[in-house]
């Protein structure tokens, strides 16, 4: 039987980290020292949180509810958008799984717990995942040389 267990991250975890920035920085780039210290200030707030999904202990997937996403940065306008779904990511051997879904599910639901009752996500690749979670399309916005759809959901 498959065990599939949701852990919230905690700010002490700089092994986890590690591990995602390394996840982050072979799949998108991303400098490891920017999302340690993301995850370090997201882990250290009451409000955001970031989430490891292990399969039979193995780490999986990753993603979090963040306050702010580094798209705001490029395109301030989105700036009146808070609660964001944000660096969701699936190791690639565990990809069409279902995880993903699940994933998205459990931060859905923690953030509701914690009161959130909008939230946002912006998306190249997943737009129609996204879509079958209940999410609807804001806009479609260029970044670059890439297509973004930014999404919402409450």
Not at 43 to 66: C, E, K, W, Y
């Amino acid at each position: 039987m498959t065990e599939i267990k949701f852990h919230i991250l905690k700010q002490e975890e700089e092994n986890r980290f590690q591990l995602l920035a390394n996840w982050y920085y072979a799949h998108w780039q991303m400098p490891r020292e920017k999302t340690i210290e993301k995850l370090k200030k997201v882990t250290s707030s009451r409000q955001q949180f970031h989430v490891l999904m292990t399969v039979d202990n193995i780490p999986i997937a990753t993603g979090g509810l963040h306050d702010h996403v580094s798209l705001q940065d490029k395109v301030p306008r989105l700036n009146e958008y808070k609660d964001w779904l944000a660096l969701v990511y699936t190791i690639p051997e565990e990809r069409g799984k279902g995880y993903g879904a699940q994933l998205c599910n459990f931060i859905m639901v923690r953030a509701k717990e914690k009161g959130v009752e909008k939230m946002y996500l912006f998306t190249e690749k997943a737009e129609s995942l996204y879509m079958r979670l209940g999410w609807t399309m804001l806009e479609k916005l260029f970044e670059g040389e890439r297509e973004l759809t930014v999404m919402t959901i409450g």
